[in-house]
């Protein structure tokens, strides 16, 4: 028998995450009792293939640390990000806000980008502002270049570390000129130059 109930939104660690607000049932040994005959097979086909995706969404989120890692906030970040010989600014305010952390990203004219905060280790939405994948995942990896060296493998016990550079392989690498100057390669995607704001350019 097939039902389909809402549920509230749930965290990744639940495969319906909030992306679909709802759950499904399936009990693939008992016959429908409207219709009298088990349930199509393309249904549970496209069951499965839900499934997986929602699976898949859930493993490829970027790591985050273990516990709340102690940042020097609040912070002002420039985000110079450059892919196939175009280049974006960006500017990243980092700054605690009750029990979370809040990064807000904006355009050089001041137009917001994207806004998320970090609360008990699950990134939400701040603002009425669409979902930006590429945005979370920098947010994530700005976490793991910014977290103290003494912190690092506490937080993420996979990370490699020697002096002026960290990576998280095979997602992160990050080479330091100052502790909040540095470059961030990502595995797919980008390249970033990161620098307090108002720095003088390299």
């Known amino acids: 028998m097939y039902r389909i109930r809402p549920v509230q939104p749930k965290t990744c660690g639940s495969w319906l995450a909030s992306d679909s607000g709802v759950s499904v049932s399936v009990n693939a040994g008992r016959a429908d009792p409207i219709a009298g005959k088990p349930a199509p097979t393309g249904f549970l086909v496209w069951l499965m293939v839900v499934m997986f995706a929602l699976l898949g969404g859930c493993a490829s989120q970027a790591p985050l640390p273990a516990s709340n890692p102690t940042l020097p906030l609040p912070l002002q970040l420039h985000i110079e990000r450059n892919l196939a010989d175009q280049r974006q600014d960006w500017l990243l305010v980092i700054q605690r806000e009750g029990p ?103």
């Open 100 to 202: 979370g952390i809040r990064w807000s990203m904006m355009d050089p004219l001041g137009i917001p980008q994207a806004r998320q905060q970090l609360i008990d280790g699950h990134w939400q939405a701040d603002g009425l502002l669409p979902p930006n994948p590429e945005a979370r995942e920098l947010f994530a990896a700005l976490l793991f270049a910014l977290i103290p060296s003494g912190e690092l493998l506490r937080n993420y016990p996979a990370a490699q570390q020697q002096a002026g550079q960290r990576s998280l392989p095979p997602r992160w690498a990050i080479r330091y000129t100052q502790p909040l100057s540095f470059e961030l390669n990502l595995s797919q995607g980008p390249h970033y130059r990161v620098s307090p704001l108002g720095d003088p350019k390299p």
